[in-house]
């Protein structure tokens, strides 16, 4: 049987709108045999039947047989349950005594409906507000008892450029739009409850509106990349911006080993096995947000080829060559819309890169290429900082190894001399 | 926290409340009994006979008493017939005072 798809030109909560509609479509010989946001008909409408919505009590609820039987003696058929909400029922005779008959038990009838949208309502905004509570607490109010300098609102940037990626922006265009469609239907279910307790006719429906069909387009066309994203964020195979091998990687990065004056290479160079977490020593990650378009970070560790037999600066006291020499360095790169955000962006991520139980001292380089150079060091630790800024370029360096960053400025400003696009 | 003083019974629900007052009756009864006893006058449509009865049971003014196949019977609690007894005080109220301005 061939089956017409439409989708519903009316909230879900019109009720005489909804059943003016369905009287319209079987006017032209569609009868409905699903009906939510998007319905479907089959060819089967009588002209002249009359349908009626039936608000139920709970979401599982079925007509009882009793009822059914009633319904049919006054010639009224059930014909399904429309999104969890209502029973549909219909009648093609003419005669048939109308569904309700005072508007007042019309208007009890919708109470429950009433009740469970407002429990809805509170339920999602004590979620959403738990939510909220959550996120600022970790953000800004959670100590962890390691963190021995912490600072609670200089990640703010990081989380700025994290709110303009597009997954977040999806849900919370997401979230608008769902909340508004709520409000609408909300009133529109008041208007209709509010007129029938009070014995009159509910408001006259404005009828089907090409909006809410727009409006329901834009929901799918949300949603759909929503779903997908979410999806894909979840499942690390199914990233291709991650994990990313530096063989085919082909953005501007500094080399480990154009800052270290000792010879080091990556370990398939040196060794037969790989060492621990060997697969993941060099690589890439690509990130994006629409305040930073450019945003990617890169991993090195390489090893120099003399053993831990001879004294170096990781293995002051080698045994039996277990320990060698192996410089790491971390850097994250961007590309920033607004300049204004290059400096505080830098320190966000020199945050987001500090060890947190260590102790941290910053200080300012004067660089002539650069527009700010943050040196951090942990004293007498292996670890160092840098950020550089030029222009809307940012780099950010968290090294160990026996280098002294400032060093090799010229280097690294490399970085950030040209755009990284 | 006091009981939500219920309101003024609408007329079919007033008719539904006082189909109970002899005997138990199930929905074709109750129907039946509104139709006849106004001569006409009052049609219960089976959403508004349903919705009145759901109401009622939530109200406990009646209960259930059997379900026997696809018919199920109730009967008018206490608390229904008080509700019931206001309403008919209410109404005979309403009646005095609109003959007495007719006088």
């Known amino acids: 049987m061939k089956k017409t798809y439409k989708i519903l030109p009316l909230s879900i909560y019109d009720i005489p709108g909804i059943e003016s509609w369905l009287e319209e479509q079987a006017n032209v010989g569609l009868f409905p045999v699903f009906l939510n946001t998007l319905c479907m008909f089959t060819g089967t409408g009588i002209p002249g039947t009359r349908f009626r919505l039936i608000a139920k009590k709970k979401r599982e609820e079925q007509p009882s047989l009793e009822q059914l039987e009633l319904c049919e003696e006054v010639g009224w058929q059930y014909a399904f349950s429309v999104a969890d909400i209502y029973f549909l029922f219909y009648s093609t005779n003419p005669e048939a005594r109308e569904f309700y008959t005072d508007w007042e038990s019309r208007g009890f009838s919708l109470e429950p409906l009433k009740k469970q949208i407002a429990s809805y309502r509170r339920r999602k905004v004590l979620i959403y507000s738990l939510l909220v509570a959550a996120i600022i607490w970790i953000l800004f109010f959670h100590e962890s008892t390691y963190d021995i300098q912490p600072d609670h609102f200089t990640q703010l940037p990081l989380i700025l450029l994290n709110l303009f990626q597009p997954t977040v922006l999806l849900f919370l265009a997401c979230a608008i739009w769902i909340w508004r469609q709520d409000r609408r239907d909300e009133k529109m279910l008041n208007s209709i409850y509010q007129a029938l307790m009070q014995g009159v006719a509910p408001p006259t429906s404005k009828g089907p509106s090409k909006t809410i069909v727009r409006e329901e387009i834009v929901m799918v066309a949300l949603i759909l990349p929503l779903a997908v994203s979410l999806v894909v964020n979840c499942v690390d195979a199914l990233k291709p911006w991650i994990n990313i091998p530096l063989e085919r990687f082909s953005k501007t990065y500094i080399s480990l080993q154009d800052i270290e004056r000792e010879a080091v290479f990556p370990w398939e160079k040196l060794f037969a096995e790989e060492p621990f977490g060997g697969k993941t020593e060099n690589y890439a990650e690509k990130k994006f947000s629409f305040l930073a378009p450019t945003w990617y970070s890169v991993t090195q560790e390489a090893y120099s080829p003399q053993s831990g037999l001879k004294e170096n600066y990781f293995s002051p006291k080698p045994e039996h060559g277990v320990e060698r020499y192996a410089p790491n360095l971390e850097a994250t790169y961007f590309e920033l819309w607004i300049p204004a955000l290059a400096r505080p962006v830098a320190k966000a991520q020199m945050d987001a890169y500090r060890l947190v139980n260590l102790e941290w001292s910053y200080a300012e380089l004067d660089f002539s290429d650069l527009d700010f150079a943050i040196y951090a060091t942990e004293p007498d630790g292996i670890w160092q900082m840098l950020a550089i800024g030029r222009a809307n370029r940012v780099a950010v360096f968290r090294y160990a190894g026996m280098e002294q960053l400032p060093d090799h400025l010229k280097v690294l400003s490399e970085a950030v001399k040209e755009s990284l696009l | ?103």
């Open chain 2, 1 to 103: 926290m006091g009981e939500k003083v219920r309101g003024p019974l609408t007329e079919p629900m007033f008719y539904i409340l006082m189909s109970f007052l002899r005997q138990e009756r199930c929905g074709t009864e109750i129907n039946e009994f509104v139709a006849q006893k106004t001569c006409g006058r009052v049609l219960l449509g089976p959403g508004t006979l349903y919705t009145i009865l759901g109401k009622f049971q939530e109200e406990q003014l009646i209960e259930e008493t059997q379900v026997d196949g696809r018919k199920r019977t109730y009967r008018i609690t206490s608390k229904g017939r008080g509700a019931y007894w206001e309403e008919l005080e209410r109404l005979k109220k309403c009646v005095c005072d609109g003959e007495e301005e007719l006088l």
